[in-house]
């Protein structure tokens, strides 16, 4: 089964889809580590990141491992650098880049093969998983999710101007809905869920019971269900 969350920077998307997926016994398959880690490498190699020829070519050239702990590129761990304000701000040409979506979209379709999976992204229940047993969009207000991210950065050790974090995140959200491929929108199948004013518990339970309700909607219909037989 796949559940995927999608939804805009800082909904909380990350650290509720990690104890959902915890919860259900479910892996866990953190999308956005994926363009991180092309745009760390970029920056790494000193790659134009205007220019999509060498972008492809980079994307094509590296071996990116993921397990729910650590991420590696080319076998260097590069979990902690990827969250780098750096990475964040430089990863516009990367995501909107359709060969590199194309490459990392196969490769998420290739890992979630190997299990049940809770994929989080923006584009999980549209383009990589539009078959997915379970959607849900995952969104809340701008300045809710942009004090979320001074607060995220600050247990890292960065300290952050709130209305730098808030601007930066509103062109993030404008570039995130308005790409040519991939682009940030809620699937016509899935759940909304606005995290506003709950807690990350509140949301896992909210999350969970959606989850669980579709399971159960699913075996009603499934034709092996004794009970739906005569
Ligand atoms: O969720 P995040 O902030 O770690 O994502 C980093 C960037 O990657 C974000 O600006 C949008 C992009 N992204 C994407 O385009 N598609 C995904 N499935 C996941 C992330």
């Known amino acids: 089964m796949i559940v995927t969350i999608d939804g805009p920077a800082g909904a909380g998307k990350s650290t509720v889809s990690r104890l959902l997926a915890r919860e259900l016994g479910f892996r866990f398959l953190d999308t956005g580590s ?10 790494d190699r000193n790659i134009d990141l205007n220019d999509p020829k060498a972008l492809a070519e980079l994307a094509e050239s590296l071996t990116i491992t993921l397990t729910e702990n650590s991420l590696q590129v080319d076998g260097v761990d590069v ?4 969250r780098d304000p750096q990475v964040t701000r430089n990863i516009g040409p990367v995501a909107d880049h359709p060969h590199v ?41 701008p300045e809710h999710r942009a004090r979320r991210r001074v607060a995220d950065l600050a247990k890292r050790g960065v300290e952050a101007d709130y209305q730098c974090v808030l601007e930066e ?5 404008r570039r995130d809905e308005t790409r040519a491929v991939g682009r940030l929108e809620q699937a016509p199948d ?3 869920v606005n995290t506003d004013n709950l807690s990350i518990d509140e949301v896992v339970q909210r999350l969970k019971s959606i989850v ?19």
């Open 101 to 141: 979506r194309w490459i990392l979209v196969h490769l998420q379709r290739t890992i979630a093969r190997e299990g049940n999976y809770v994929c989080e992204g923006r584009d999980q229940g549209t383009v990589a998983f539009p078959e997915a047993e379970c959607k849900i969009f995952l969104t809340a207000s």
């Open 190 to 192: 899935a759940v909304v």
């Open 34 to 43: 994926m363009y991180r880690a092309v745009t760390w490498a970029a920056l």
């Open 79 to 82: 979990i902690d650098r990827i």
């Open 212 to 230: 669980l309700d579709k399971v159960a909607s699913i075996s009603e219909h499934s034709p092996l269900d004794s009970s739906a037989q005569t």
């Open 169 to 173: 995140q509103n062109a993030r959200d």
